[in-house]
T-cell receptor, first 114, second 109 residues
Protein backbone atom coordinates (compact mmCIF):
# COMPACT_ATOMS: atom_id res chain seq x y z
CA UNK A 1 0.00 0.00 0.00
CA UNK A 2 1.84 3.07 -1.24
CA UNK A 3 -0.75 5.69 -0.38
CA UNK A 4 -0.84 6.79 -4.01
CA UNK A 5 -3.44 5.22 -6.26
CA UNK A 6 -3.84 5.46 -10.02
CA UNK A 7 -6.68 4.50 -12.33
CA UNK A 8 -6.97 2.89 -14.72
CA UNK A 9 -4.06 0.47 -14.44
CA UNK A 10 -4.19 -0.36 -18.13
CA UNK A 11 -5.54 1.69 -21.01
CA UNK A 12 -5.70 1.04 -24.73
CA UNK A 13 -6.82 3.95 -26.85
CA UNK A 14 -6.92 4.97 -30.47
CA UNK A 15 -5.24 8.09 -31.74
CA UNK A 16 -8.54 9.94 -32.01
CA UNK A 17 -9.80 9.07 -28.52
CA UNK A 18 -9.94 11.27 -25.45
CA UNK A 19 -9.25 9.70 -22.08
CA UNK A 20 -8.10 10.78 -18.63
CA UNK A 21 -5.74 9.26 -16.09
CA UNK A 22 -6.48 9.79 -12.41
CA UNK A 23 -4.15 9.92 -9.44
CA UNK A 24 -5.04 10.27 -5.78
CA UNK A 25 -2.72 10.51 -2.80
CA UNK A 26 -3.73 9.89 0.81
CA UNK A 27 -0.50 11.10 2.40
CA UNK A 28 -1.25 14.77 2.99
CA UNK A 29 1.48 15.81 0.56
CA UNK A 30 1.59 19.17 -1.17
CA UNK A 31 3.45 18.29 -4.37
CA UNK A 32 2.32 15.92 -7.11
CA UNK A 33 4.05 14.81 -10.28
CA UNK A 34 3.40 13.09 -13.60
CA UNK A 35 6.19 11.00 -15.09
CA UNK A 36 6.49 9.03 -18.31
CA UNK A 37 8.47 5.79 -18.11
CA UNK A 38 9.59 4.10 -21.34
CA UNK A 39 11.59 0.90 -21.50
CA UNK A 40 15.29 1.34 -20.75
CA UNK A 41 14.99 5.12 -20.49
CA UNK A 42 15.20 7.42 -17.47
CA UNK A 43 11.99 8.62 -15.92
CA UNK A 44 10.81 11.72 -17.78
CA UNK A 45 9.25 14.38 -15.59
CA UNK A 46 6.21 15.81 -17.34
CA UNK A 47 4.40 18.10 -14.90
CA UNK A 48 4.74 19.25 -11.32
CA UNK A 49 2.12 20.77 -9.06
CA UNK A 50 2.93 22.35 -5.72
CA UNK A 51 0.04 23.45 -3.53
CA UNK A 52 -2.28 22.95 -6.53
CA UNK A 53 -0.26 25.33 -8.71
CA UNK A 54 1.57 24.03 -11.76
CA UNK A 55 5.22 24.81 -11.30
CA UNK A 56 6.75 22.91 -14.20
CA UNK A 57 5.88 21.80 -17.68
CA UNK A 58 8.87 20.10 -19.21
CA UNK A 59 8.17 20.81 -22.88
CA UNK A 60 5.31 18.33 -22.93
CA UNK A 61 3.16 18.29 -26.10
CA UNK A 62 -0.23 19.93 -25.73
CA UNK A 63 -1.99 16.61 -26.36
CA UNK A 64 -1.23 16.00 -22.67
CA UNK A 65 -3.17 18.31 -20.36
CA UNK A 66 -2.83 18.13 -16.57
CA UNK A 67 -5.39 19.18 -14.00
CA UNK A 68 -5.00 19.48 -10.24
CA UNK A 69 -8.31 20.37 -8.55
CA UNK A 70 -6.86 19.96 -5.05
CA UNK A 71 -3.70 18.76 -3.31
CA UNK A 72 -4.93 15.16 -3.24
CA UNK A 73 -5.99 14.67 -6.84
CA UNK A 74 -4.18 14.91 -10.14
CA UNK A 75 -5.46 14.17 -13.62
CA UNK A 76 -3.79 13.78 -16.98
CA UNK A 77 -6.13 14.39 -19.90
CA UNK A 78 -5.13 12.72 -23.15
CA UNK A 79 -6.28 13.52 -26.68
CA UNK A 80 -5.08 12.73 -30.20
CA UNK A 81 -2.11 10.76 -28.90
CA UNK A 82 0.58 9.16 -31.04
CA UNK A 83 1.85 5.56 -30.90
CA UNK A 84 5.13 6.81 -29.42
CA UNK A 85 3.16 8.01 -26.40
CA UNK A 86 2.68 4.39 -25.39
CA UNK A 87 4.43 4.03 -22.04
CA UNK A 88 3.91 3.64 -18.31
CA UNK A 89 2.60 6.86 -16.76
CA UNK A 90 3.50 7.25 -13.13
CA UNK A 91 2.08 9.64 -10.62
CA UNK A 92 4.06 10.60 -7.51
CA UNK A 93 3.71 12.86 -4.51
CA UNK A 94 6.08 14.35 -1.96
CA UNK A 95 5.92 16.57 1.11
CA UNK A 96 6.57 19.59 -1.10
CA UNK A 97 8.42 20.49 -4.28
CA UNK A 98 11.86 20.40 -2.65
CA UNK A 99 13.50 17.43 -4.36
CA UNK A 100 15.28 16.47 -1.14
CA UNK A 101 12.05 14.84 -0.05
CA UNK A 102 11.46 11.28 -1.18
CA UNK A 103 8.71 10.76 -3.68
CA UNK A 104 5.94 8.21 -3.26
CA UNK A 105 4.83 6.63 -6.51
CA UNK A 106 1.58 5.13 -7.65
CA UNK A 107 1.53 1.80 -9.54
CA UNK A 108 1.20 3.54 -12.88
CA UNK A 109 -1.09 3.36 -15.88
CA UNK A 110 0.18 1.22 -18.75
CA UNK A 111 -0.96 3.14 -21.84
CA UNK A 112 -1.03 1.67 -25.31
CA UNK A 113 -1.90 3.93 -28.24
CA UNK A 114 -3.04 2.07 -31.34
CA UNK B 1 24.51 18.32 -20.07
CA UNK B 2 23.43 16.31 -17.08
CA UNK B 3 23.98 12.59 -17.05
CA UNK B 4 23.47 9.60 -14.78
CA UNK B 5 25.16 6.32 -15.71
CA UNK B 6 24.21 2.90 -14.37
CA UNK B 7 24.70 -0.58 -15.82
CA UNK B 8 21.68 -1.71 -17.80
CA UNK B 9 21.52 -5.19 -16.32
CA UNK B 10 23.28 -7.32 -13.73
CA UNK B 11 22.98 -10.95 -12.68
CA UNK B 12 23.76 -12.36 -9.25
CA UNK B 13 23.21 -15.54 -7.27
CA UNK B 14 20.85 -16.00 -4.36
CA UNK B 15 22.69 -15.53 -1.07
CA UNK B 16 25.53 -13.55 -2.65
CA UNK B 17 26.42 -9.85 -2.57
CA UNK B 18 26.01 -7.43 -5.47
CA UNK B 19 27.10 -3.82 -5.95
CA UNK B 20 25.23 -1.55 -8.35
CA UNK B 21 27.20 1.51 -9.38
CA UNK B 22 25.95 4.95 -10.34
CA UNK B 23 28.11 7.77 -11.68
CA UNK B 24 26.77 11.23 -12.29
CA UNK B 25 27.69 14.51 -13.97
CA UNK B 26 25.23 17.17 -12.90
CA UNK B 27 25.11 20.92 -12.41
CA UNK B 28 25.62 20.87 -8.67
CA UNK B 29 24.63 18.25 -6.16
CA UNK B 30 22.04 18.25 -3.38
CA UNK B 31 21.62 14.57 -2.69
CA UNK B 32 21.27 11.16 -4.32
CA UNK B 33 18.40 8.71 -4.12
CA UNK B 34 18.10 4.99 -4.77
CA UNK B 35 14.71 3.52 -5.60
CA UNK B 36 13.65 -0.08 -6.19
CA UNK B 37 11.06 -0.95 -8.84
CA UNK B 38 9.65 -4.43 -9.26
CA UNK B 39 8.28 -5.23 -12.70
CA UNK B 40 4.84 -3.72 -13.15
CA UNK B 41 4.97 -1.92 -9.81
CA UNK B 42 5.69 1.53 -8.42
CA UNK B 43 9.24 2.64 -7.60
CA UNK B 44 9.80 2.62 -3.84
CA UNK B 45 12.34 4.62 -1.86
CA UNK B 46 15.44 2.79 -0.62
CA UNK B 47 17.95 5.42 0.46
CA UNK B 48 19.04 9.05 0.34
CA UNK B 49 22.67 10.18 0.63
CA UNK B 50 23.77 13.79 0.86
CA UNK B 51 27.09 13.38 2.70
CA UNK B 52 30.05 11.18 1.78
CA UNK B 53 30.17 7.74 3.28
CA UNK B 54 28.20 4.58 3.76
CA UNK B 55 24.61 4.42 4.96
CA UNK B 56 23.49 0.98 6.09
CA UNK B 57 19.90 -0.14 6.28
CA UNK B 58 19.50 -3.84 6.91
CA UNK B 59 20.69 -5.89 3.92
CA UNK B 60 20.99 -2.74 1.79
CA UNK B 61 23.74 -0.11 2.02
CA UNK B 62 24.35 2.99 -0.07
CA UNK B 63 27.67 4.74 -0.51
CA UNK B 64 28.43 8.23 -1.80
CA UNK B 65 31.59 10.00 -2.92
CA UNK B 66 30.75 13.55 -4.01
CA UNK B 67 34.31 14.28 -5.17
CA UNK B 68 34.17 11.32 -7.57
CA UNK B 69 30.56 11.80 -8.62
CA UNK B 70 29.93 8.21 -7.63
CA UNK B 71 27.53 6.13 -5.61
CA UNK B 72 26.81 2.46 -5.19
CA UNK B 73 24.04 0.36 -3.75
CA UNK B 74 25.21 -2.79 -2.00
CA UNK B 75 22.78 -5.66 -1.54
CA UNK B 76 23.80 -8.49 0.78
CA UNK B 77 22.37 -11.98 1.31
CA UNK B 78 20.47 -11.69 -1.93
CA UNK B 79 16.97 -13.09 -2.06
CA UNK B 80 14.86 -13.93 -5.10
CA UNK B 81 12.53 -11.04 -4.20
CA UNK B 82 15.44 -8.62 -4.78
CA UNK B 83 15.02 -9.17 -8.52
CA UNK B 84 13.96 -5.70 -9.64
CA UNK B 85 15.20 -2.55 -11.29
CA UNK B 86 17.23 -0.14 -9.17
CA UNK B 87 17.00 3.55 -10.05
CA UNK B 88 19.61 6.15 -9.16
CA UNK B 89 18.52 9.80 -9.07
CA UNK B 90 20.50 12.97 -8.26
CA UNK B 91 19.19 16.29 -6.98
CA UNK B 92 20.99 19.05 -8.89
CA UNK B 93 21.75 22.63 -7.90
CA UNK B 94 18.25 23.74 -8.96
CA UNK B 95 16.72 21.00 -6.83
CA UNK B 96 15.65 19.15 -9.96
CA UNK B 97 15.71 15.36 -9.77
CA UNK B 98 17.82 13.79 -12.53
CA UNK B 99 17.08 10.10 -13.08
CA UNK B 100 19.22 7.27 -14.38
CA UNK B 101 17.74 4.65 -16.69
CA UNK B 102 17.88 2.02 -13.97
CA UNK B 103 19.72 -1.28 -13.48
CA UNK B 104 17.76 -4.48 -13.90
CA UNK B 105 18.99 -6.99 -11.34
CA UNK B 106 18.35 -10.67 -12.03
CA UNK B 107 18.79 -13.10 -9.14
CA UNK B 108 19.43 -16.74 -9.98
CA UNK B 109 18.99 -19.66 -7.57
Amino acid sequence: ETGVTQTPRHLVMGMTNKKSLKCEQHLGHNAMYWYKQSAKKPLELMFVYNFKEQTENNSVPSRFSPECPNSSHLFLHLHTLQPEDSALYLCASSQNRDSSYEQYFGPGTRLTVT
Amino acid sequence: GQNIDQPTEMTATEGAIVQINCTYQTSGFNGLFWYQQHAGEAPTFLSYNVLDGLEEKGRFSSFLSRSKGYSYLLLKELQMKDSASYLCAVVDSNYQLIWGAGTKLIIKP
